[in-house]
């Protein structure tokens, strides 16, 4: 009997504390870039699983998540557009990044598979200004000797929404072609010259994959998730490229984050003849003194996991883990992060 007692005790603890667990976890919202959508969902599933505690994440593009953290409606913005170190300090934010990936051309053309398809910057620009609308046009034919184009037209798909990938795509297409950085230049939202406007990453996906003769960009987890099939890119060195891991860490490997205010950096048209032009970085955007200051040091907690534990997932989905110099410095910049007292909220 007393065995029996003290089992029964035991047990009424084990269950005290697991319900005094459970009720202790915070839950976190955050808003923005569709660019991360895959990874942050995967992360946040196990995270929910190992420590209880949920992420609510709105996938509503760069611009609104910018918006929505001004405005403190979420615990963390998340952008594919980092903003400059006079911006943060006005908002009073910090910013890090947080996980690499690559923006990749997608096409729908019958008999062209994944990586048949070489285009340069210029032409792609040209495609994007409208002023290439067939896709057996000379210039198309010039970088696809070997390749049987059929005159189908080009339908433009594009985002409709502010976007870093956007922006990264833009800031690409402004660097290689003078004629698209004086009519259109880069932004996160900017005045197309033609084709459709489709929201986040997943509405032109969509609308590539529906589109016979369309041309879209994407991230890449989102072309590989629908199937789409990407180009090649002839990059800063000459040289034609896919879109892979070791593509995006060569681009990814010229970056100076430490001498880099706000972890500001931007990733196109880097040299090395293996680097993929269009790679970019993914940031989070965090109050420097919350509102929710449970709400935040959870934030920073899921954050500190993912790079601790999350770095496989990233490589599952072809993003690329910040390297761990980089993760030091990003955690050494957390001190920032304070409640009204500054105490500093991270505990690592």
Known sequence: MIFKFFNRIALAATVALATASAAVAVDI?????????????????????????????????SGGGIKQIKARTVTFGASDQPLKAEDLEAAGLVQWPQVIGGIVPVVNLDGVKSGDLVLDGQTLAAIFLGEIVK????AIKKLNPKQKLPSTAIAVVHRSDGSGTTFNFTNYLSKVSADWKAKVGENASVEWPVGIGAKGNEGVANN?????????????????????????????DGKAVAPTTPTFQAAAANADWANAPGFYQILTDQPGAQSWPITAATFILLPKQPQDVAA????????????????????????????????????????????ASGKPLASN
Do not use: C, R
């Not at 942050?40 to 699983?49: E, I």
């Not at 896709?135 to 000379?138: G, L, N």
């Not at 994407?218 to 990407?230: G, I, M, S």
């Open 135 to 138: 896709w057996d046009d000379a």
């Open 208 to 236: 590539v994959a529906n589109t016979k003769g369309a041309i879209g960009y994407v991230e890449y987890a989102y072309a590989k998730q629908n199937k789409l099939t990407f180009t090649k890119l002839v990059n800063k």
């Open 29 to 61: 919202s955050g808003a923005g870039a569709t660019f991360p959508y895959p990874i942050y969902a995967k992360w946040a599933d196990t995270y929910k699983k190992e420590t209880g505690a949920g992420l609510n994440y709105q996938s509503i593009g």
């Open 296 to 339: 935040a040091g959870e934030a920073l907690k899921f954050f500190g996991w993912a790079f601790a534990k999350g770095g496989k997932a990233a490589e599952e989905l072809d993003y690329i883990p910040m390297p761990a110099g980089v993760v030091a410095l990003i955690k050494k910049s957390w001190a920032h992060v304070t409640d």
